[in-house]
T-cell receptor
Framework: DVKVTQSSRYLVKRTGEKVFLECVQD?????MFWYRQDPGLGLRLIYF???????EKGDIPEGYSVSREKKERFSLILESASTNQTSMYLC??????????FGPGTRLTVT | LAKTTQPISMDSYEGQEVNITCSHN???????ITWYQQFPSQGPRFIIQ???TKVTNEVASLFIPADRKSSTLSLPRVSLSDTAVYYC?????????????FGAGTRLAVHP
């Protein structure tokens, strides 16, 4: 079975802190994704990566950056966390674009 | 951008068949339609994928008309454990490299 793991299930940070969310997949997938999920808004794509060191902006990249130095690892970075970035963050990977495997999510609270 | 529209919520009873329809008027010619299921506090899980006509697996069926402007996920004989949010996903290349869009999701509640 494909396994996608995220570094934390719950995280509490203060406004202005730099935040790192880590995602690791064990199936040698080329594609990796970061989404955020908010009530009533469904899943919104922040960034995705189709290869090591490659990245593309999704629908809502503002305030976020990403890093993919190794194929199995995709990091989401909040340079200066703000309260409106309080959300559930979901990582996914795929070998084809439409069959994505998701991690359990990280619930981030920024106070 | 291809926009998807789904009902916000649906209710059903155990043992009934449930059909959830997703509208996607601007779907691209080569794009597939995929449905995901999400339980509380978990990431979405792939259910089924199709391009045209009908696809069936052990969990669900997917019906896609010839114009592909909509699709219907069919869950046969639902049980309480099918209570979840269901998302319709279509590919969209108008914004660049394989940009993907999730629908807002349909919250299905199955009652005893």
């Amino acid at each position: 079975d494909v396994k996608v793991t995220q570094s934390s299930r719950y995280l509490v940070k203060r406004t202005g802190e730099k935040v790192f969310l880590e995602c690791v997949q064990d199936m040698d997938h080329e594609n990796m994704f970061w989404y955020r999920q908010d009530p009533g808004l469904g899943l919104r794509l922040i960034y995705f990566s189709y290869d090591v060191k490659m990245k593309e902006k999704g629908d809502i990249p503002e305030g976020y950056s990403v890093s993919r130095e190794k194929k199995e690892r995709f990091s989401l970075i909040l340079e200066s966390a703000s309260t409106n970035q309080t959300s559930m963050y979901l990582c996914a990977s795929s070998s084809r674009h439409y069959e994505q495997y998701f991690g359990p999510g990280t619930r981030l609270t920024v106070t | 951008l291809a926009k998807t529209t789904q009902p916000i919520s649906m209710d059903s009873y155990e043992g009934q068949e449930v059909n959830i329809t997703c509208s996607h008027n601007n779907i691209a010619t080569n794009d597939y339609i995929t449905w995901y299921q999400q339980f509380p506090s978990q990431g979405p899980r792939f259910i089924i994928q199709g391009y045209k006509t009908k696809v069936t697996n052990e969990v669900a069926s997917l019906f896609i008309p010839a114009d592909r402007k909509s699709s219907t996920l069919s869950l046969p004989r639902v049980s309480l454990s099918d209570t979840a949010v269901y998302y319709c996903l279509v590919g969209d290349r108008s914004g660049g490299y394989n940009k993907l869009i999730f629908g807002a999701g349909t919250r299905l509640a199955v009652h005893p």
